[in-house]
């Protein structure tokens, strides 16, 4: 266990629907990123926060996917009228800075999202 | 494009053998390396790092290698286990101060007790 939450862990929806996840990261960690990971695949990197500032998000994150971190620890991703190719984990990751500058990354459970 | 879809690259060693896993990895300017284990319904890891102005890192049972000049890293366990077997990823830091992870593809091994 990271101490990296996420909820739910498994969300089954309707195609056209709309879903929201929750992070809750490491309570001392000022970065969270969020990954997509399909079957067979590694992640692949969606946005990132630092303190409540979107800092960086992908071109595979489309106008329908909208991401909040409000008060700089907990983070929410929404995505409005799923689609089946929307089915994927969602994956969290808590961060802060370490030696030498760097940002290790520490990985929740995931949410399983599967659009029928 | 091409897809490379649930064909990962598998290993399948004996218990209490070494193993070796390996990764190339994309872009040379990438200044961090990382190593996750997935088990099935988890999420990554944290295994081992390694950053670019160094070749070799060990940590407990396990070893990371980086060859810059071919793009190459490697993970190397020690006395593999059962509770070893997992997907393993090598991950890169190409985006400079904002440590987005590139992910590999992933390899799966099986330890056979």
Not at chain 1, 71 to 81: A, C, N, P
């Amino acid at each position: 266990d990271t101490g990296v939450s996420q909820d739910p862990r498994h969300k089954i929806t309707k195609r056209g629907q709309n879903v929201t996840f929750r992070c809750d990261p490491i309570s001392e960690h000022n970065r969270l990123y969020w990954y997509r990971q399909t079957l067979g695949q590694g992640p692949e990197f969606l946005t990132y926060f630092q303190n409540e500032a979107q800092l960086e998000k992908s071109r595979l994150l489309s106008d329908r996917f909208s991401a909040e971190r409000p008060k700089g620890s907990f983070s929410t991703l929404e995505i409005q009228r799923t689609e089946q190719g929307d089915s994927a984990m969602y994956l969290c990751a808590s961060s802060r800075r370490a030696g030498q500058g760097i940002y290790e990354q520490y990985f929740g459970p995931g949410t399983r999202l599967t659009v029928t | 494009g091409e897809s490379v879809g649930l064909h990962l690259p598998t290993l399948s060693v004996q218990e209490g053998d070494n193993s070796i896993i390996n990764c190339a990895y994309s872009n040379s300017a990438s200044d961090y390396f990382i190593w996750y284990k997935q088990e099935s319904g988890k999420g990554p890891q944290f295994i081992i790092d390694i950053r670019s102005n160094m070749d070799k890192r060990q940590g407990q049972r396990v070893t990371v290698l980086l060859n810059k000049t071919v793009k190459h890293l490697s993970l190397q366990i020690a006395a593999t286990q059962p509770g070893d077997s997992a997907v393993y990823f090598c991950a890169e830091n190409s985006g400079g101060s904002n440590y987005k992870l590139t992910f590999g593809k992933g390899t799966l091994l099986t330890v056979n007790p």
